[in-house]
């Protein structure tokens, strides 16, 4: 029996493949490029899943090699770059899935907005329109206020976000988002400060398990590049179901019934406000936080998810264990990309340290502004999220990720 895998995330194949040999199933990869999971696929036995090098993009040349897949009962597809393909596959397949209009609109983050703004829950609606002449502008700040943010309807990474403070900076943005590729539509909403947070959740059958949240500190205003995370977080109890009943309400508004999600949030003075909903397990290390926190294997509820069965993770008693953080590891200036020095001393420093490669020797870094620009992740654990942060910064502080100006020849490159 066969669970086909759309792409994935960078870190937690492993994980997955483990999951589905628990649960007697066989897991395929279908990948443009399996050098972008090098990193797992090395630490896996020989075997342990098959990939398929193919065109993930070919929605038509996907859906005709699957059909002679033997054995397939479901499809995962984690990523948001894939997210609509895969739904479209699912339907097409009539495999295991959420209805393509519902992941259609998680990918549509000004379409979400209203929805919450129509069933209550956020203060603003999302403004459209590039806002070039006189009388739109004036519109859009009447609407959005000011600070707002511009942002891409479908953008991912947060690639394609713009802080505006004032005039002068929602013209510059404007000018810098007419010459980006995005991927939907551009769109302005209120600038909610506070700290932000994920909440990792499970839903099934309409019921949501908040499993726990994850901090997200950011750079500096004006950017929004991801920095630190941290899981999880400590909210006091009665905060914590709080949460849990109001994500409970966000998924619901939006028609989110089944499987993982990762809801961005900020915590203002006036209770939490949905910066993004995104219908997947978390990126970078969150699934491996999860995994090592919680003390299960949460992939084994993808997996189950994916065969249509109600993930035992919904009501299991979770043995717990250490909180974890990470650090990105961004280089100090674009370039190509020539190594990390300060690995031979994660050893010696608290936290069980280490680093887990995202890049390889010889890609070239442009865009150090947003999360396109690390090139790896300094993990660390401790009994708190609190102090596995320090411990995972403290890692973080001993490397130095290395590139050189474009034009000279990387070792290995």
Known sequence: MTVACLESLTFGLGHLVRAADRLGERLLLLTRDPGYYAYELDRLPTGALDVVVTDTF???????????????????SSTDTWT????????????????????????????????????????????????????????????????????????????????????????????QASGRDLKGRLFAEPYFGGPVYSAETLTWAGRTRLLGVSSRLMSPEPHFREEITAFPVAFPAPQRISL???????????????????????????????????????????????????????????????????????????PGGP????????????????????????????????????????????????SRGYAGIVYAEAETAELATHRAVAAAGALRVRTEPAGREAPGG
Request: glycine share 12%; aromatic share 6%; proline share 6%.
């Open 84 to 175: 609509l393909a895969g739904a479209a596959l699912a339907e097409r397949l009539a495999l295991p899935g959420l209805d393509p209009a519902v992941l259609r609109l998680t990918r549509d983050k000004a379409a979400v907005r209203d929805r919450l703004y129509e069933a209550g829950l956020t203060r603003a609606r999302a403004v459209e329109g590039p806002a070039r002449d006189r009388e739109a502008r004036g519109l859009l700040l009447k609407e959005a206020g000011l600070p707002l943010v511009l942002k891409d309807t479908a953008g991912t990474g947060s690639q394609n976000v713009w802080l505006v403070r004032d005039e002068a900076e929602l013209d510059a943005a404007l000018a």
């Open 244 to 318: 849990e009943r109001w994500l409970d309400r966000v998924l619901a508004a939006i028609g989110y019934s089944d499987r993982f999600a990762h809801v961005e949030f900020v915590l203002t003075t006036d209770g939490p406000e949905v910066v993004e909903v995104n219908p997947r397990i978390g990126g970078a290390l969150v699934g491996e936080g999860l995994c090592r926190a919680l003390g299960v294997n949460v992939y084994e509820a993808m997996v189950e998810a994916a065969l249509g069965r109600r993930p035992g993770l919904m009501d299991a008693d979770l």
């Open 323 to 370: 909180a974890v953080a990470f650090v990105l590891g961004y280089p100090a200036a674009p370039g190509v990309f020539t190594g990390v020095t300060g690995l031979d001393r994660l050893a010696g420093l608290p936290g069980r340290p280490a680093w887990y490669p995202v890049k390889r020797t010889g890609e070239f870094i442009e865009h150090l502004g947003d």
């Open 58 to 76: 070919d929605v038509d040349g996907v859906e005709a090699l699957l059909r002679r897949t033997p054995g397939l009962r479901g499809l995962i």
